[in-house]
């Protein structure tokens, strides 16, 4: 009997964890999630899930919450991996252990991030959670968001090789999905330095593989100049004033550009939103319709992150503020034009997402009505019973599959199945911004427990937030908007390419080129 058999047969026959302290308890969790995936047991992974429940019932310190969500997550990634051992089982793109593999592993960063254990967490057991979240967002398609995750881990210790090599595998598939070959190349070139790096590493012996695999495939694919090239990517200009010159910086450091090169780095050349769509093949007389459409959600958004940018950083004053006659209502709540200008950008960022779901309901040719058209629900033909639409169902293409998991970020009062933890205080601001009206304070003291109850009785047409935490989420809208709108750009790509690759009706296609839009000349 070997030692994973020992340690399965006896947590399998105690079937509890009861006798044990908080401590033992998560390392008997840790190890049955272990022997379990070793041994190949599904029973034994389930007994953990179930484990697991009784341990949230306990009294845990924030420290062992990082912990326990830590090893829920594995179990439920090691439970997904045997579930789903074919290609085609993988391309399913509804899956439940994936989206409590999500759940967890957010609510081990929330842990992690909100609560004071950073001298109980040690910075191996930060960068495994940060670089598993990295791994599952690359392999749900999120890609530019998986490549920020890596860099917080590489933050906390740059030699951490998994986190690494997750890096430079995560640019030899992103470099796949952008339609600009220069941009290509630029990934290529930083996906070999960082896989070949990573080798030299601490890694495990089929994870070393896995990356000498991919150094092979780019090696033998891609001219050495390519790969041994030091690209220069600094020498671009920031703007011609001191504030453009601020603003650029602030929203490169951010990653809010709409250019793939921001997520390789805070490099000049990526201080400008070149993003577009990749060629579009339509019937004669379609005409440039979704260069249009993509042209506007882009503006909205580049709109909205300029207005967020001038919203936190107004210190005194404006003029459009003096002489505008405010009521005290004894609530100390902030007014001002700078304020207005984060709540309009919380509103765009939010927009933008059921823009780009009409986008693809057209592009797609779905034929959802208008007015029914919703980024959480257009995926399905029949939500309560998850069933998606054909359109959809299994198709190989990460960047969309990538906007679908988007989706399960957003919160519906009918729904109520988001796998972010966010999801509905985001949603009750945004409604309460767009029908009734959102109270910022400047501190939390002002807000009372019950959140809208002041001296007056409670405010039953308001919804209160603190003003770090308006601008926070607005933030996270923001970069949510940025990684959708490049995703729709690749997803476009892949399903160009993919439609006519070896296609007899592309030789009867009629290239016709758009020049670049010249802001002054339509000026009014």
């Known amino acids: 009997m070997t030692n994973y058999e020992k340690i399965y047969d006896e947590l399998l026959e105690l079937g509890s964890l009861g006798e044990y302290d908080n401590k033992t308890a998560l390392l008997k969790l840790g190890l049955l999630d272990d022997a379990s995936y070793f041994l190949k047991r599904i029973e034994g992974l389930e007994l953990a899930i179930l484990l697991s429940e009784e341990l949230k019932s306990r009294d845990l310190s924030n420290a062992e ?40 592993i957010r609510y081990s960063l929330k842990y992690l991030i909100h609560s004071k254990v950073d001298n109980i967490i040690s910075n191996k057991r930060k960068c495994e959670i940060l670089t598993n979240y990295g791994n599952i967002l690359s392999s749900i398609g999120r890609i530019a968001e998986s490549v920020e995750i890596r860099d917080l881990a590489l933050e906390i ?20 999905h952008i339609y600009d070959i220069g ?23 089929h994870v070393e593989e896995y990356y000498k695999q991919i150094i092979e495939i780019l090696n033998r694919n891609c001219p050495e100049d390519i790969l041994t090239k030091s690209y220069d990517l600094t020498s671009f200009s920031f703007g011609d004033s001191e504030e453009e010159i601020k603003y650029r910086k602030w929203a490169l450091k951010n990653r809010l550009f709409l250019n793939p090169l921001n997520d390789i780095g805070e ?26 459409f993509f042209n506007q959600i882009k503006q909205e958004f580049v709109s909205a992150r300029f207005l967020y940018y001038e919203g936190i950083n107004q210190s005194e004053k404006h003029y459009s503020d003096n002489e505008v006659l405010l009521l005290d209502t004894k609530d100390y709540v902030k007014y001002g034009i700078n304020i207005e200008k984060i709540k309009m950008a919380f509103r765009i960022s939010y927009s933008i997402f059921d823009k780009i779901a009409n986008f693809i309901n057209y592009y797609f040719n779905i034929g ?56 509905e205080e985001i949603n009750k601001i945004r ?10 304070h400047e501190i939390e003291y002002h807000i009372t427990k019950d959140l809208n109850t002041f001296p007056y009785g409670e405010d ?6 603190v ?12 970069k949510l908007a940025r990684s959708a709108i490049l995703y729709l750009s690749q997803a476009i790509f892949v399903e160009e390419t993919h439609s006519h690759r070896n296609s007899e009706d592309r030789k009867l296609t009629l290239p016709i080129n758009l020049n670049v839009y010249d802001n002054y000349k339509y000026q009014i």
Request: aromatic content about 14%; overall charge negative; glycine content about 4%.
């Open 65 to 104: 919450k990082v912990e326990l969500h830590y090893f829920i997550a594995n179990i439920w990634s090691d439970i997904g991996k045997l579930k789903r051992t074919d290609k085609d089982e993988a391309w399913v793109w509804e899956q439940e252990e994936l989206e409590n593999e999500i759940i967890n």
């Open 157 to 176: 210790d740059p030699h951490f090789s998994m986190a690494k090599g997750n890096k430079g595998s995560t640019f030899f598939y992103y470099s796949q």
């Open 183 to 205: 941009h290509q190349a630029i990934f290529l070139n930083y996906a070999h330095k960082l896989l070949s790096e990573a080798i030299c590493g601490n890694i495990f012996p």
């Open 267 to 292: 490099f000049s050349i990526a201080a400008r939103d070149v993003l577009s769509t990749p060629s579009i093949t339509t019937d004669i007389n379609t005409g440039p319709q979704f260069q249009g």
């Open 368 to 423: 959802i009505n208008d007015r029914r058209v919703n980024f959480r629900t257009m995926w399905y033909s029949n939500f309560d019973k998850k069933e998606i639409r054909d359109v959809f169902y299994k198709k190989e293409n990460l960047p969309l599959r990538a906007l679908y998991w988007i989706s399960k970020d957003f919160f519906n009062s009918n729904i109520k199945d988001s796998i972010e933890l966010d999801s």
């Open 431 to 440: 409604n309460y911004i767009e029908h009734r009206y959102v109270k910022v």
């Open 460 to 465: 039953k047409l308001a919804y209160s937030v």
């Open 467 to 478: 003003i770090d935490d308006l601008e926070a989420k607005t933030l996270k809208l923001l």
